[in-house]
């Protein structure tokens, strides 16, 4: 297919990060950047061998910019997106979709109105182990699912500054659980379906800053299904997603160092099976067999963009479009009120007053 | 020092597991034993060498009976408890030491009064796995723990029927709570003191059975620090703790199969430290390092058992006593109400109440 011509607007860590996969990308075309900062203009356009704009309207006037990839603060997603999708370019954000309900929601609007593609970077589903969970789970080979346990952590809370936006719960609310944690709740949601309600604990611990950075969620699902989700800013990177089933249980485990170098993920990840080797009768007579599942390589970070590129060359749904990120969203600020509140709360309940 | 002469009070499968443990260890000597099933007083009888007795009363009038091991079914604890310690019997029970809190505080206030040595099985914290993280956090070698999560569970609610005690409420409160989860309650509270408050989300899942058969429980400490539990009755066994903390990350896992052959338990299982190999002012370049951790081995059941026999023969305090055990069990009850009640308990409230 021709490849898509896409613009990086908001040239932070991140937009490094992402264009390095999607430059390995036959279906992508990195055409121009923006940032209010110059010297950033001057450094990415080097880097990839880009064009720069001087200003957003200018990058949206370009005919030769198909779709937007945008990377600007969470709380700044809104404005930027609407201003693209009213140009009619299509439109990457990294997730979170936004910070608050009231801002998700406007996106959604201002990309149906448009009628232009949108995907938002959960990119986590397109790791491979999660392709393998999922498709044990649509298999019914692991037996019916109970519960599962995700985890996703690393040390940024310890070093957080007083003017850093991530420490900041009017830019980053819940810390780890916007900025890693929702990763983890797009996953859940893509293996059991929609959230129905949580509890949360959250408080800062081991930083100055005001904003939670441990916090431990639990969560019934409309299935009937449960999950709990552990996102931490104050120890080592993890990253664990464990599925407990009637006849199996898998362990998916990768390391967290090789996370933004998305191309090398897949090497440093385990996808563990536990069932039983022999099943007697006598319940100390049973032996359990540990076995490690092969699964497909994935570029998550690449495919993710694949995903995108396709719908806007295709018109084919994506996997994550403007009302699944909200969704994810409205599952961390339930989380979040929970926390502040102290009791269960549900997605019903923050979605209708969004 | 001179072997304990103990008894064994209750002789299902339990106990045989039990007594398999401590006839390793020469510091208890089993004499006699009682059921009230002589079919399975024979079998014991004849499987150990040792004497048994038609009724309780005998067994407690008996001069070579320093103390009895109790692992009569949960709801008769206390009568049995409160005869052997009128006897001036010192006691070990099997975990929980109830399944009501009332029962509980009978059982502490006969202890009490009589002044004799007990001990209540939450063998979990011997496994040398604990042991070791014990000492990591207590030495403060991998930095201030922030959260922890614990997990414990098997098939076993899969095959109940409904004559079976463990599917009854009044009799295996929560299931796997009660019976798989007590153990990591203990560790829990062992690592970091007690807990304040609780939420929980529990059902009976994959079973006809009443009772639950899988919870997960969210807990914080009034250290402040968070805990989450994982209890399931519907899926292959497992147990697995891990702790999150400033400099390192400990993933310990042991293979269920060996759980109840607990001089084997501790070769298969491992504990695992994530550290930083390389520790690089940007994030994107920072090594996580993986490295197995070498503890002693322990053999949980004999291990606790001696800790008993240590007590009986000298005073000093054992590990885990009546009041802790209470305590145990007062986050089981926390837990179960708030699953019931869909809100946030303190173990105060549950306390106060008893």
């Given at each position: 297919m021709e490849p898509v011509r896409v613009a990086a607007v908001g040239l932070g860590r991140w937009a490094n990060v992402l264009a390095d996969a999607y430059t390995r990308s036959d279906n992508v075309k990195l055409v121009t950047c923006?940032?209010?900062?110059?010297?950033?203009?001057?450094a990415f356009s080097a880097r990839y061998g880009c064009g720069q704009d001087e200003s957003l309207e200018a990058l949206l006037r370009r005919d030769d910019v198909e779709a937007v990839i945008v990377t600007v603060p969470n709380d700044q997603h809104a404005g930027v997106i609407e201003q693209a999708a009213a140009a009619g370019k299509h439109v990457y954000v990294e997730k979170p979709i936004a910070i608050d309900l009231a801002d998700?929601?406007?996106?959604?609007?201002?990309?149906?109105?448009?009628?232009?593609?949108?995907?938002c970077g959960h990119s986590a589903r397109h790791l491979g182990g999660l392709r393998a969970i999922k498709g044990?789970?649509?298999?019914?080979?692991?037996?019916?699912?109970?519960?599962?346990?995700?985890?996703?952590?690393?040390?940024?809370?310890?070093?957080?500054?007083?003017?850093?936006?991530?420490g900041d719960p009017s830019k980053a609310p819940g810390g780890p659980l916007t900025q890693l944690g929702v990763h983890q709740i797009d996953n859940l949601?893509?293996?059991?379906?929609?959230?129905?309600?949580?509890?949360?604990?959250?408080?800062?611990?081991?930083?100055?800053?005001?904003?939670?950075?441990?916090?431990?969620?639990?969560?019934?699902?409309?299935?009937?299904?449960?999950?709990?989700?552990?996102?931490?800013?104050?120890?080592?990177?993890?990253?664990?997603?464990?599925?407990?089933a009637t006849r199996s249980n898998l362990f998916y485990d990768l390391d967290f160092s090789w996370w933004s170098n998305s191309k090398t993920t897949?090497?440093?990840?385990?996808?563990m099976r536990t069932?039983?080797?022999?099943?007697?009768?006598?319940?100390?007579?049973?032996?359990?067999?540990?076995?490690?599942?092969q699964f497909a390589p994935t570029d998550h970070l690449r495919?993710?963009?694949?995903?995108?590129?396709?719908?806007?060359?295709?018109?084919?749904p994506v996997e994550i479009d403007a009302a699944l990120a909200v969704r994810n969203l409205a599952v961390v600020i339930a989380a979040l009120r929970s926390a502040h509140e102290g009791r269960m709360v549900t997605i019903?309940?923050?979605l209708q007053q969004a």
């Open positions: 923006f940032s209010r900062n110059p010297a950033k203009r001057d998700g929601l406007r996106i959604q609007r201002a990309i149906e109105s448009a009628g232009v593609a949108f995907l044990f789970i649509a298999s019914g080979e692991i037996g019916d699912v109970s519960m599962i346990e995700a985890t996703f952590g690393n040390e940024r809370g310890l070093e957080l500054k007083a003017t850093d936006w991530r949601q893509y293996l059991l379906g929609p959230v129905k309600q949580v509890f949360c604990f959250g408080k800062p611990m081991y930083t100055s800053v005001p904003n939670e950075t441990v916090l431990q969620t639990v969560m019934e699902f409309e299935s009937g299904q449960m999950a709990y989700l552990g996102t931490n800013w104050a120890c080592p990177g993890h990253f664990m997603l464990n599925v407990y897949y090497e440093h990840s385990t996808l069932q039983f080797a022999s099943f007697s009768d006598d319940p100390d007579n049973r032996v359990l067999r540990k076995s490690l599942v495919d993710e963009m694949e995903d995108f590129a396709n719908a806007v060359r295709t018109g084919e019903a309940e923050v």
